[in-house]
């Protein structure tokens, strides 16, 4: 087995259901230390959401630039366990694979870069610049005292990176096909609309809620809210849920709860989107209050050196050229990039992730170990 291989295995035996980390940033404290990485743990959060972080970082001999890996040791759920073919925390082996919890999301991809921040210090001992682990246990949870907690220590002290490579599985048919340079932001809604209830064989004297509220959703529905560009798809607005009435047939219902969500562009702002929103649900008359939540704003990371570097190592290593990409839900990434220029994400393939027997194909471990490795080469020797 190699390195990579073993320190995987060892990082699924841990049970690190968010936001409990298991040991899995012990482990790699242990790792890191031993070839010059200065490790410091930060906790956070209520004792019952107890969040542990994780920031290392190895300086060279040389000025330089720094850049960071960031991943997350927590896991989701494992879903029913009798559904699993194997035990989710015990590392298995079957048809080319490596199964377990957090095989793909992300596990694979932390023992591959610290393998890869190993093996590269070993070669390089007084490299230029420096490089850096960002590890949370806070990523598959609320995401309010991982990355961000280690992102606000980092900016009251004044540092910056200059690149950090997210190891999110991003691949979707073979090893390096995606590369995601941006993520889209996400702004959620909880609309409450109020009527009048009654007797629906009275409804003269109600006022139905989900009546008033229709010739507003269909325009809602209908708004075309950007064309967005040539990184990102146009913004979208989608309802979630819809909640209304008493459960008998004969009552017009006093209130209705609508949840609903935008998936917005950089050709949008938050406080944009809130604005039109309310623009036309005042123009139609409607009674109405609305909560707001911003789960996170978009980030966008053009082509440049860091892409450059790791476009250049995935070819080396796979004969793949990978399609830059800003599809999919949100990262850590979007907190990150408030101190760093240069945030992309890229890891194995995604098609398991928090699905009952996940897995990792095993031949893809060494290749994005050697990426990560020629991609560290690239940009801190170029």
């Given at each position: 087995?190699?390195?990579?291989?073993?320190?995987?295995?060892?990082?699924?035996?841990?049970?690190?259901?968010?936001?409990?980390?298991?040991?899995?940033?012990?482990?790699?404290i242990?790792?890191?230390?031993?070839?010059?990485?200065?490790?410091?743990?930060?906790?956070?959060?209520?004792?019952?959401?107890?969040?542990?972080?994780?920031?290392?970082?190895?300086r060279?001999?040389?000025?330089?630039?720094?850049?960071?890996?960031?991943?997350?040791?927590?896991?989701?759920?494992?879903?029913?366990?009798?559904?699993?073919?194997?035990?989710?925390?015990?590392?298995?082996?079957?048809?080319?694979?490596?199964?377990?919890r957090?095989?793909?999301?992300m596990?694979?991809?932390?023992?591959?870069?610290?393998?890869?921040?190993?093996?590269?210090?070993?070669?390089?001992?007084?490299?230029?610049?420096?490089?850096?682990?960002?590890?949370?246990?806070?990523?598959?949870?609320?995401?309010?005292?991982?990355?961000?907690?280690?992102?606000?220590?980092?900016?009251?002290?004044?540092?910056?990176?200059?690149?950090?490579i997210?190891?999110?599985p991003?691949?979707?048919?073979?090893?390096?096909?995606?590369?995601?340079?941006?993520?889209?932001?996400?702004?959620?809604?909880?609309?409450?609309?109020?009527?009048?209830?009654?007797?629906?064989?009275?409804?003269?004297?109600?006022?139905?809620?989900?009546?008033?509220?229709?010739?507003?959703?269909?325009?809602l529905?209908?708004?075309?809210?950007?064309?967005?560009?040539?990184?990102?798809?146009?913004?979208?607005?989608?309802?979630?849920?819809?909640?209304?009435?008493?459960?008998?047939?004969?009552?017009?219902?006093?209130?209705?709860?609508?949840?609903?969500?935008?998936?917005?562009?950089?050709?949008?702002?938050?406080?944009?989107?809130?604005?039109?929103?309310?623009?036309?649900?005042?123009?139609?008359?409607?009674?109405?209050?609305?909560?707001?939540?911003?789960?996170?704003?978009?980030?966008?990371?053009?082509?440049?050196?860091?892409?450059d570097?790791?476009?250049?190592?995935i070819?080396?290593?796979?004969?793949?050229?990978?399609?830059?990409?800003?599809?999919?839900?949100?990262?850590?990434?979007?907190?990150?990039?408030k101190?760093?220029?240069?945030?992309?994400?890229?890891?194995?393939?995604?098609?398991?992730?928090?699905?009952?027997?996940?897995?990792?194909?095993?031949?893809?471990?060494?290749?994005?170990?050697?990426?990560?490795?020629?991609?560290?080469?690239?940009?801190?020797?170029?």
């Open positions: 087995m190699n390195e990579t291989l073993r320190l995987l295995e060892a990082l699924i035996a841990r049970r690190s259901v968010t936001p409990d980390d298991g040991g899995c940033q012990a482990l790699l242990e790792r890191l230390q031993a070839c010059g990485f200065s490790c410091e743990t930060v906790t956070a959060g209520p004792e019952a959401f107890r969040v542990t972080n994780l920031w290392a970082i190895r060279g001999g040389l000025p330089g630039p720094t850049i960071a890996f960031a991943g997350h040791t927590d896991v989701v759920p494992t879903g029913p366990l009798e559904r699993w073919a194997s035990d989710p925390f015990v590392p298995s082996y079957r048809e080319g694979h490596l199964y377990g957090g095989a793909a999301d596990k694979s991809s932390i023992a591959a870069f610290t393998v890869a921040a190993e093996r590269f210090v070993q070669e390089h001992p007084r490299h230029p610049g420096a490089i850096a682990l960002l590890i949370t246990s806070d990523e598959e949870g609320p995401s309010v005292d991982g990355t961000v907690r280690l992102v606000e220590l980092l900016k009251s002290r004044g540092e910056r990176l200059d690149a950090c997210v190891g999110e991003t691949s979707v048919h073979r090893l390096g096909d995606v590369i995601k340079n941006g993520r889209r932001g996400t702004l959620s809604g909880k609309l409450t609309v109020r009527g009048i209830q009654g007797h629906i064989a009275y409804p003269q004297l109600a006022r139905n809620p989900i009546h008033t509220l229709a010739p507003a959703l269909a325009e529905v209908a708004t075309h809210w950007d064309a967005g560009n040539a990184f990102f798809p146009p913004t979208s607005w989608q309802v979630s849920n819809v909640h209304a009435g008493t459960g008998a047939n004969n009552v017009i219902p006093g209130e209705l709860v609508l949840d609903f969500n935008f998936r917005f562009s950089t050709e949008s702002t938050p406080d944009g989107l809130k604005a039109r929103v309310h623009e036309v649900l005042d123009r139609h008359g409607l009674e109405y209050s609305l909560a707001w939540t911003l789960g996170g704003e978009p980030f966008l990371t053009t082509p440049g050196t860091l892409s570097a790791l476009v250049s190592a070819l080396e290593e796979t004969g793949v050229r990978p399609e830059l990409s800003t599809t999919g839900g949100t990262s850590d990434g979007r907190f990150i990039a101190i760093c220029p240069q945030v992309v994400e890229f890891g194995p393939l995604n098609e398991t992730i928090h699905k009952i027997d996940e897995r990792v194909e095993l031949a893809s471990l060494e290749p994005l170990t050697a990426i990560y490795r020629r991609t560290l080469q690239a940009f801190l020797q170029p």
